[in-house]
């Protein structure tokens, strides 16, 4: 089956600007996101996947921050420099959901006037439409009394009611890519469920294509067509969700898929040691000095394909490792 591609990222760059120096914080990015596929990206905490997704959204600002990129989306490059037309993206064609609902709204506006900013910014409506519009949103978001919602703050909503607002604004004009970051990390496991059931509904329904970013396989096992794994800046394995637990070919996947809970396993084991530091500037392959498999010639970091091409991995020593014939995860 040939696949749509909706948003192609290529070779992604986000330098945090300090003044000493730039420091690299995603070093080398590109995936493709496919019509009503759910692309998981992971990996540990501060490896640059919340910079990834910001960068994409064109949130970083340029004060702070030097993001190089090449990003198409449906066969158009984005021009940041166009901050009018990139408003106009977003939300319309492109929608964010983040980690932190609370740190995404402006405390001092009621929902309401949230809802209605965003439908008016990309709606020609009245404001009673509007209105209409956003309590027609709300009632649908299972949150009862639509009415008292408009009229509260962000503050006196529950963290879980809060993410499904934020949800509904990001899905309101049904954009043709979501990027969810971490979306259910803060909710507790029922609401969690719920919201991953409307992340469902929209890919089937709309066909929106999704950049999931958790830390729990559990929920990329159940969500993700296909995996990104990312490392110190680098994405460094991606294929298909299947191959990626079935048949992870780089060390570092491996450690990660092995870190994963299971009723089978007696004891988790330990990924050993940190990440590279920010600041650190080594050629090779930065995951080299916890790898088990690491040689002197683990130098060379260029992605190579596996298989058919749909598998690509950035190690040197993939090939001579033993067989991964059994499941890492299992
Ligand atoms: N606002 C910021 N100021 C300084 N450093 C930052 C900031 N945001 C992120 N970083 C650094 O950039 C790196 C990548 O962060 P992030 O993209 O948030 O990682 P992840 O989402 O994978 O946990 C981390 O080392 C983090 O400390
Ligand atoms: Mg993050």
Request: charged share 20%; glycine share 6%; aromatic share 6%.
């Amino acid at each position: 089956m040939i696949k749509t591609k909706v948003m192609e990222i290529e070779h992604l760059k986000v330098e945090l600007r300090t003044p000493a120096r730039n420091v690299p914080v995603v070093k080398d990015v590109s995936f493709t996101l496919y019509e009503g596929n759910v692309l998981g990206l992971i990996g540990e905490s501060g490896c640059g996947k919340s910079a990834t997704c910001q960068a994409i959204m064109g949130l970083l600002e340029k004060e702070k921050w030097n993001v190089k990129s090449n990003i198409l989306l449906q066969g158009q490059k984005i021009q940041y420099s166009d901050q009018e037309r990139l408003r106009r993206l977003r939300g319309a064609a492109m929608s964010m959901i983040m980690q932190n609902p609370i740190g995404s709204f402006n405390p001092l506006i009621t929902l309401g006037e949230h809802f209605m900013e965003t439908i008016r910014c990309h709606k020609a409506v009245s404001k009673g439409e509007a209105k209409q519009i956003a309590l027609d949103m709300i009632s649908k978001l299972n949150l009862s009394s639509p009415e008292k919602i408009m009229k509260q703050y962000p503050f006196q909503l529950s963290g879980g009611m809060l993410q499904r607002v934020m949800i509904a604004i990001a899905l309101f004009m049904c954009p043709a890519v979501l990027i969810a970051d971490e979306p259910t990390t803060s909710l507790d496991v029922t609401v969690q469920y719920q919201i991953l059931g409307e992340l469902s509904h929209l890919r089937d329904n709309f066909k929106t294509s999704m950049l999931l970013v958790s830390h729990d396989l559990g929920i990329i096992t159940q969500m993700a067509d296909d995996v990104a794994v990312m490392y110190a800046g680098y994405i460094i394995e991606k294929a298909s969700a299947f191959e990626i637990f079935e048949n992870p070919l780089h060390p570092y996947t491996r450690a990660l898929l092995q870190s994963k809970p299971s009723f089978t396993k007696n004891r988790l084991k330990v990924l050993e040691g940190y990440p590279p530091s920010l600041m650190q500037i080594k050629a090779g392959c930065p995951f080299a000095e916890r790898c088990s498999y690491a040689k002197k010639d683990c130098q060379k970091f260029e992605m190579s394909d596996y298989g058919l091409g749909s598998h690509t991995v950035r190690c040197l020593r993939y090939a001579t490792l033993e067989e991964a014939t059994t499941c890492a995860c299992s």
